[in-house]
């Protein structure tokens, strides 16, 4: 049933895309108050976005911490949130896959559509979200079993009837881990030093066949090489996935992302977008004086 | 323009504090070895008693007036019985609760009570569920001073000890695993089945046999039911009299000293201790070979 109507929304025509996006452009300049200048869609055209927020609030319990998002993802590019902490940039990012629900006491409002679908639609069930839309973690974290099992267990649990090996294979080649596994893939996922564990965790998400990848500062956690193979495979990756990162390192960011969006907490807590554009444009010619102390190192 | 003198040896409060430190290790020594050596007393006692009649024979006779000829066959068969039926309803029912607690409740009030409950219940005497078991089992579902009702006061009196070992093996699993697994778009159930359950199975194991051993051991509750009988055959099925090892030792502590029958006593309590200590033996050899794999 899913698949049917990803496929209906790919024949939609580009008016009724460039409506949207007006639409969206219109509500964020009604909303008033402290909104960004920032249209949904930033300064160049990027086609159908996959991802499209419209005034995204979000609490934990009574205390909130996203106000008002409105934003559209582009596809095939990478798209860095940055930002200090607690500005909502993770938050952002469970909200696209719908992992922060898994938090009892949570709530949200307005709308994320995911190819032009509500995924907060009651009708749609977040497993169907999920195993569309892959997620890599802070810390790594593979399964405590063999690398091979680590890849597969995604496509199992998805009921996958092809070749296993070939998949585990592939995804890992994809992850570029597989040549320094391919001896033994029987060996536990967690015998890997932290950034091959970290690739582990990017072959398990491919290996589920999603068509965008979420990273929560995959990178944080490792030492300065292994980030760099990391952040050579999100280029490598780009070309065929959709990825959004989470990352409080603005060099990796600048690095590795097509488009930046940089997110600041108000005095109530919540975070808001203040800028969001073509990543060499926030960072070289930012819109906003508050963008411009941050990358510049003056707070956060 | 002299160099400052700075004294490192201990003086005044630096060594007074570490006067208290020092003799800290030496009480807490002192109350480790009051436990660990009152029992190894019991131990030696038991042993010296009771070894001489720990025979084949004594394993493979049944019950008798004559206590040379007394052996614990009726009763070890009894045991094993009772807790094989123990096993079998306390430990789904355990689990399940334990489960559904930690991953599926929706966390309201009424769980907080649930909870509450289950660790007031696990501190209940023996002797209680006993007095639950005759009213409800033997009396009410007139199963009589049979093995189910043994093993259903049994189940009754280990399930929440167990539900809150599993709880707590269950809560020890990391979140980012569950949230690892979810987000390739695993249910809940194959994330608690492929990822929660195993990594918390040795925590539950200790538990499972923590609780077990207890079961093992248990003589009140069962004296309670009316399982203080003596059995001169084997048991058969689920609804016979029965006795256990426990009490068999309970029944021959009792007897006028001179019949000789404490030395039974001791040797049976070597063959309880002997079938408790595998016990933990094989849960600990469980529980190394899940957490290499």
Redesign the interface.
């Known amino acids: 049933m899913a698949r049917l109507d990803l496929e209906t929304v790919a024949t939609r025509t580009r008016d009724q895309e460039l409506q949207e996006g007006d639409r969206a452009a219109t509500k964020m300049s009604t909303s008033g108050g402290l909104r960004p200048a920032t249209e949904p869609s930033p300064g160049i055209s990027f086609g159908e976005p996959l991802f499209v927020l419209r005034d995204l609030s979000f609490w934990y319990g009574n205390k909130p911490a996203l106000a008002d998002v409105t934003m559209a993802f582009p596809v095939n590019r990478v798209t860095a949130l940055i930002g200090p902490s607690g500005c909502g940039k993770s938050t952002l990012l469970r909200c696209l896959n719908r992992m922060n629900e898994l938090i009892p006491g949570v709530r949200l409002t307005g709308e994320v559509t995911y190819h032009s679908q509500d995924i907060y639609a009651s009708d749609i069930d977040p497993v169907e979200v999920r195993r569309r839309i892959g997620m890599v973690f802070q810390k790594p974290n593979p399964f405590p079993k063999s690398i091979y099992d680590n890849v597969a267990f995604g496509a199992r649990v998805n009921g996958y009837r092809g070749d296993m090996d070939e998949l585990v294979e592939r995804s890992l080649k994809q992850a570029a881990l597989f040549d320094e596994v391919k001896d033994d893939l029987r060996k536990s996922g967690l015998a890997l030093s932290g950034g091959q564990q970290q690739r582990l965790c990017i072959a398990r998400a491919l290996a589920v066949g999603p068509d965008v990848i979420l990273m929560d500062e995959p990178c944080s956690a490792l030492d300065p090489f292994a980030t760099l193979k990391i952040e050579d495979l999100i280029r490598e990756l780009v070309e065929d996935f959709t990825i959004i990162i989470v990352t409080h390192n603005m060099q990796q960011a600048a690095r590795v992302s097509d488009f930046t969006a940089f997110m600041l907490a108000g005095e109530d807590g919540a975070g808001r977008l203040i800028e969001y554009g073509p990543t060499e444009k926030v960072f070289t010619n930012p819109e906003e004086q508050r963008t411009e102390d941050y990358i510049t190192g003056r707070f956060g | 323009m002299a160099a400052p003198v700075i004294i490192l040896r201990a003086t005044g409060r630096v060594a007074r504090r570490q006067a208290l430190s020092r003799g800290s290790r030496w009480v807490l020594l002192a109350a480790s070895l009051v436990g660990v050596g009152v029992l190894a007393y019991l131990a030696y006692d038991t042993i010296d008693t009771g070894a001489s009649r720990l025979t084949w024979d004594f394993l493979t006779s049944y019950p008798s007036r004559f206590a040379e000829r007394a052996g614990l066959r009726s009763s070890i068969i009894g045991t094993v019985w009772v807790l094989g039926a123990t096993i079998v309803l306390a430990l789904p029912v355990a689990i399940g609760t334990a489960i559904w607690i930690e991953e599926f409740a929706p ?1 309201n009030p009424l769980l907080t009570v649930v909870k509450l409950n289950l660790a007031n219940l696990a501190g209940v005497p023996s002797i209680i569920y006993g007095i639950l078991g005759l009213a409800v089992f033997v009396r009410f579902a007139s199963l009589g001073p049979s093995i189910l009702a043994g093993a259903l006061t049994l189940a009754a009196m280990i399930i929440p000890m167990t539900v809150i070992a599993a709880q707590e093996a269950i809560r020890q699993v ?1 979140q ?12 809940h159930w ?1 994330t608690v089945r ?2 929660v359950l ?2 918390a199975l040795p925590g539950i194991m200790t538990g499972i046999i923590l609780a077990v051993s207890r079961a093992a051991g248990e003589t009140a509750a069962l004296i309670m039911l009316g399982a203080f009988t003596f059995i001169a055959w084997d048991n058969t099925n689920l609804f016979e009299d029965f006795t256990t090892v426990p009490i068999q030792i309970y029944n021959w502590t009792v007897r006028p000293r001179q019949q000789g029958f404490q030395v039974n006593a001791s040797a049976a309590i070597i063959v309880l201790m002997a079938a408790v200590l595998t016990l933990n033996l094989i849960a600990a050899v469980i529980r190394e070979r899940f957490r290499h ?1």
């Open positions: 966390k990391p980012s695993l569950r949230d690892g697994s979810l987000a390739l778009g695993a249910t194959q492929h990822h195993p990594q794999e």
